[in-house]
């Protein structure tokens, strides 16, 4: 999938299939070994790149981290402004949401990672183009959720924390997907929806009935923490051995 940038009078495709080269492999790196611990020689020792030519198809490592941001952010969001206006089911504008999301965490999982890890990195201009991106992202998502609240179809009451829970439900396959290599996005994303919408229980959970066995479990995990607590501390306080009387 080609950046978002718009392209510039006088450059040739063969810049743009560089370009295109650099941001992958830096990606890849960042991926492997962190923004922070990967330096611009690096980078071109893996592109094959001279440091003037590659400072020749981007302006700087800052920049490189900004475009991988763009190339997650922007096709997300190109994509849901055409699902919101379709005329499609609540059930199925979700679905096409979620498959748009999954699309990028399994083709482009280094710029996943980098785009959930190093987000931070991110300064000044960069930094807020991304929050304001991400934002309208998640507004979209809110939206057809609180589309389904209107007509019936969910019975959440808090839509920001629902809006987290679907994005977070997705974010993370990442780390996990590569040793799924038969698990498409069409599948994934039903499995993840039947869940969100549907729930994996048999019948409704009465949550209220469970809190006496609940506060047993709670009350439990306390004592089982206090316990390892002292027993912890009394072996911290325990001498090791004993030298010339001198406890050690």
Not at 45 to 70: C, F, N, P, Q
Not at 112 to 120: A, I, Q, S, T
């Amino acid at each position: 999938m080609p950046t978002t940038q718009e392209p510039e009078r006088g450059k040739s495709k063969r810049f743009y299939r560089m370009r295109e080269n650099l941001v992958d492999v830096a990606a890849g790196l960042f991926a492997k070994n962190g923004y922070a611990s990967t330096g611009v020689a690096e980078i071109g020792d893996a592109t094959g790149l001279a440091r003037g030519a590659l400072y020749y198809y981007m302006g700087s490592k800052e920049e490189l981290l900004a475009v991988i941001h763009d190339r997650v952010m922007d096709p997300l969001l190109t994509e849901a402004e055409v699902i919101v206006g379709l005329e499609v089911s609540f059930p199925a504008r979700l679905r096409l949401l979620s498959e748009s999301l999954l699309r990028q965490i399994i083709n482009r999982h280094d710029h996943v990672w980098v785009f959930l890890h190093e987000y931070r990195q991110l300064q000044g201009e960069d930094r807020d183009r991304f929050r304001e991106k991400r934002n309208r992202f998640e507004e979209y998502v809110r939206g057809v959720l609180a589309e389904g609240q209107r007509e019936g179809h969910v019975r959440v009451k808090d839509l920001g924390l629902t809006t987290l829970a679907f994005l977070n439900l997705h974010n993370y396959t990442y780390q996990w997907v590569a040793g799924h290599e038969a698990l498409g996005v069409v599948e994934l994303s039903r499995f993840y929806c039947e869940i969100f919408l549907n729930g994996i229980a048999t019948a409704p959970v009465d949550q209220a009935a469970a809190e006496p066995e609940l506060e047993r479990g709670r009350a439990a995990l306390r004592d089982a923490v206090e316990t390892a607590t002292r027993a912890a501390n009394a072996r911290a306080a325990r001498p090791l051995f004993v030298l010339n009387g001198l406890k050690i």
